[in-house]
């Protein structure tokens, strides 16, 4: 699967569990966090794409997906993270 079509997968992900995702330019690297009762994924728009992707990845895998459907591939990605953390 090509990277920009697993990313529309992650978006369509954060969309479903109203985790917003925010682009932005900067020295940091990214992750998941709760600002005001709002859950957000900040990640590095200057990055490569593969590199937010497995940002990505890396905050999915703090959340309770398991009742959430995606495609398989997404799953193993997430899945894939936790184990190389």
Known sequence: M???IIYQEFEKLAKSL???IIQDKGNFKGGYCILEKEKVIVI???KPLEQ???ALAMAFSR???SNIHMKPVIREIITS???DS
């Open 52 to 54: 937010r992707i497995k």
């Open 18 to 20: 109203k985790v917003k």
């Open 63 to 65: 959340l309770d997906i």
């Open 2 to 4: 090509k990277p920009s």
């Open 44 to 46: 590095n728009k200057l």
């Open 81 to 83: 993270e936790v184990i």
